[in-house]
């Protein structure tokens, strides 16, 4: 028998329809004659209480949890939206970047234009994106109903999203290698007697032959020396990354084979993430408990055994030491704000799309402060982590930090990985840092893939879409993998990092500076303000409404000016790029802003109008279905218009309109219960027998 066709009582029927009352489905619910055992009333009830969970993503024995947005879906909870955006936040550049910027631009003395960048446009713009968000509980894309002549910068946000997520996985995938190479009693770069190491390998952990004290000796005296005269001397760890996990080609043209095995440990990366993704934010949210909570654990436990190193403070006071004098250097604040606007993941559309899946009245002002400021002390967190092992392994050489200092994929894959060879039970610290790297890297990959698939379902919108929201992943995910071979090659690394330099740089700060201008001047920052408040109960304070309107885009200008003046082109070690290869760059920085010039024509070409004026104010005109999804949160100037509701009819009002009179008369007619569907249609097919 069908769930449709049971027959419940009504007190049964009462305490389904509050555990999921938005439930799309429709449901007739009958009351019975005679008596029935307590397992024939109990186990319908339970069979349909276990659909409904599954449907919604939930774990099954877990209370159902009723979503306010029922086509679309919440979060679990508060808890889950807040962790996901900290994972979002908090990824690998926190990491391998922002210690490495404290000490080059005068230690302590960064901290605070870093956190005057943070104060006036950091908080700001993470609010505004979160707010933008949730107030339509829509995307990326369909959130620019606001004023469609500028969807065009949601395409963008899709694009540089697409970038950052194909790269972004391999350097994961590269993570995943170094864990499962750390499984082994002696870690594989510690040292130089191995088939890839040449004559010029050094290393810092002596040799592995028994007997060798002389030898090991030797060894370190000459490290030491060729390290100081910065001759020839590579360590085992680098040669490790380029000769035998990248066996890097001799340029970025050369493409050679696929590495194989980078390529195995990629298809595993985006395998954990569909399948973290496989129930959209439903399931999502329940794994960042772990994901984004678990690196600080694994940051505590290395902080801990680093500090308790030799030579570790050496390494902290160069990491924190003020050099005030820097402050007057303009492109210390440049890197201030840059770092800034780049950890907190501005303008990439996961914010709005994470914050999509809020309820309408949720405190997303508290919740931007909370994964702002969470967000840059784990970057002062993680620089005590890295400086305190690399002053271990300069104090253990001999040598000043700076000469072992080093950031991104030199940090994370060379510099921590040889520093690690020094410690007792090496590989478990290998494995604990490689697998933090993991997952900060994951915790950023979900927000990204959940932010193109969230817009390509927004974007079609239909119920069918929405039901098979898993396929959509899967397809997103496939393309991301194969898009991702290419980086797998000999000269993958070449290109991963021309598309981190060029495809995720001025390109973000243009269209977030285009969104500031949209809301705040061309939909009108007092029309924004009222809608905050709508959705808050509260208006924006006024340092964010002056922010939002003055101070950020200004900031953002800044960055943008800054990042222009600064460029220089981009180079590899001792490997400068073909001009050819930094002309693709360009072409993939301007292929994000281009979409927003050629929708906004089209747009404009497309709307109602005689003359060219007239077509301009009709395009950005916010669209009729502007505002919140739900009905019953469109109030005032959205009372009068917007998308049907799609809520269920209360019990009550169902009663009334089968009579009170006949129920009370025919005990076991029919209680219908008819939902609205999703396009207004009503729905009541005849029970299933």
Not at 76 to 91: C, D, H, K, P, R
Not at 491 to 497: C, K, M, P, R
Not at 501 to 527: E, P, Q, T
């Amino acid at each position: 028998m069908g769930p449709a066709g049971q027959i419940f009582s009504l007190r049964s029927a009462r305490q389904i329809l509050g555990a999921n009352g938005n439930n799309p489905n429709t449901w007739a619910f009958h009351r019975a004659q005679g008596q029935r055992s307590q397992s024939a009333k109990n186990e319908p009830k339970e069979l349909n209480n276990s659909l409904l969970s599954w449907k919604n993503g939930a774990v099954p024995g877990e209370p159902v949890k009723k979503d306010e947005n029922s086509r679309r879906g919440n979060w679990g909870n508060q808890i889950e939206f807040v962790l996901t955006s900290v994972g979002y936040a908090v990824g690998l550049g926190n990491v391998w970047r922002f210690p490495y910027l404290c000490y080059r631009n005068g230690g302590g003395a960064f901290m605070f234009p870093y956190f005057i960048m943070l104060v006036f446009c950091g908080i700001p713009l993470f609010f505004l994106e979160l707010s933008f968000g949730q107030f339509t509980s829509l995307g990326c894309l369909g959130v620019w109903k606001v004023s469609p002549m500028f969807k065009g910068v949601g395409y963008g946000m899709m694009v540089v999203s697409t970038y950052i997520g194909i790269y972004y996985n391999v350097v994961i995938c590269i993570a995943f290698y170094y864990f499962f190479m750390s499984m082994t009693n002696v870690l594989p770069w510690t040292y130089c007697n191995n088939p890839w190491n040449t004559p010029d390998c050094s290393g810092v952990a002596g040799t592995p032959r028994a007997n060798a004290t002389f030898a090991n000796v030797s060894a370190v005296v000459s490290g030491v020396t060729e390290i100081v005269n910065r001759t020839k001397r590579t360590s085992p760890s680098e040669e490790y990354w380029r000769n035998y996990v990248l066996n890097t080609s001799d340029g970025i043209g050369n493409f050679g084979e696929v590495r194989l095995p980078i390529l195995g440990c990629l298809a595993v990366s985006w395998v954990v993430v569909f399948l973290c993704l496989i129930r959209g934010v439903k399931s999502s949210g329940k794994v960042v408990y772990f994901t984004a909570t678990f690196p600080y654990v694994v940051l505590t436990i290395l902080f801990i055994r680093g500090i308790t190193l030799e030579g570790a403070i050496m390494g902290i006071k160069y990491y924190l030491t003020p050099q005030w004098h820097k402050i007057l250097d303009a492109k210390v604040w440049g890197d201030a704000a840059s770092q800034i606007f780049y950890s907190l993941g501005c303008a990439w559309g996961g914010l709005i799309t994470m914050a999509s899946y809020n309820k309408f009245h949720n405190n997303c002002f508290r919740d931007s402060i909370i994964i702002s400021v969470t967000n840059c002390a784990t970057s002062v967190y993680a620089g005590f982590v890295i400086f305190s092992i690399l002053g271990f392994m300069a104090h253990h050489l001999g040598v000043d930090v700076s000469e072992v200092a080093d950031h991104g994929p030199g940090l994370a894959f060379v510099a921590y990985p040889e520093a690690l060879t020094l410690l007792p039970i090496s590989p478990l610290w290998s494995l604990l840092f490689f697998f933090m790297l993991i997952l900060l890297g994951l915790g950023t990959q979900f927000c990204l893939l959940e932010t193109l698939v969230t817009a390509v379902v927004d974007e079609i919108g239909t119920d069918w879409i929405i039901r098979n929201k898993t396929y959509v992943t899967l397809g997103v995910a496939i393309i991301g993998f194969l898009l991702g071979v290419p980086l797998t090659t000999q000269a993958g690394i070449y290109w991963l990092l021309l598309m981190d330099n060029y495809a995720a740089s001025f390109s973000l700060v243009v269209i977030s500076c285009i969104m500031c201008i949209c809301i705040m001047y061309v939909y009108g920052h007092r029309n924004y303000f009222r809608d905050v408040e709508m959705m808050l109960g509260f208006p924006p304070p006024i340092f964010f409404r002056i922010c939002w309107r003055f101070v950020s885009p200004l900031i953002i200008t800044f960055i943008l000016i800054f990042t222009v003046i600064q460029y220089k082109p981009i180079t590899y070690n001792d490997y400068v790029y073909p001009s050819w290869s930094l002309v693709i760059g360009f072409a993939m920085a301007l292929s994000s802003v281009i979409c927003i010039p050629i929708y906004a024509l089209f747009k404009i070409a497309m709307s109602e109008g005689s003359t060219f004026a007239e077509r301009l104010k009709n395009s950005v005109k916010p669209d009729p279905d502007w505002g919140p999804a739900l009905q019953e949160h469109r109030k005032g100037r959205y009372a009068a218009m917007g998308p049907e509701s799609v809520e269920v009819c209360p019990l009550k009002e169902e009663l009334k309109d089968e009579g009170k009179e006949k129920l009370k008369e025919k005990e076991t007619d029919e209680i219908g219960l008819t939902i609205p569907g999703s396009n207004g249609s009503t729905l009541n097919p005849t029970p299933s027998a």
